[in-house]
């Protein structure tokens, strides 16, 4: 049998007694397109962007390609965690009481 725990309070979590939620992340760089200037489209520069853009396609379809823009994260949690976490899924809440205990 396959034993879940809870990534945020290490509770063990047995199938089908409890529910298990899931959580996945995925963080990457917004890829928002450079403007285009009337320079950029003579022949040198479409060169060296389809080259940049051949590279770029490279580096997504390379699973292990180290690549610190993008990574997934994925959870298993327990009922009170998710309940948690849907509640502040950033740590918001945390990061202010942070603040506050520092004053
Ligand atoms: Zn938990």
Known sequence: MVHFTCDLCGKELTPGSECR???KLEVFA???PAEITED???DDHMEALSQL???EEAN???PDAVSPSYKTFRYD???EC???FVRDPLGKEAA???DFSKN
């Open 21 to 23: 939620y899931v959580v």
């Open 30 to 32: 917004a890829d928002d």
């Open 40 to 42: 950029d489209l003579d």
């Open 53 to 55: 853009l051949r590279d």
């Open 60 to 62: 997504l379809v390379d």
């Open 77 to 79: 949690l327990c009922p």
């Open 82 to 84: 998710h309940k948690k």
């Open 96 to 98: 202010h009481k942070f």
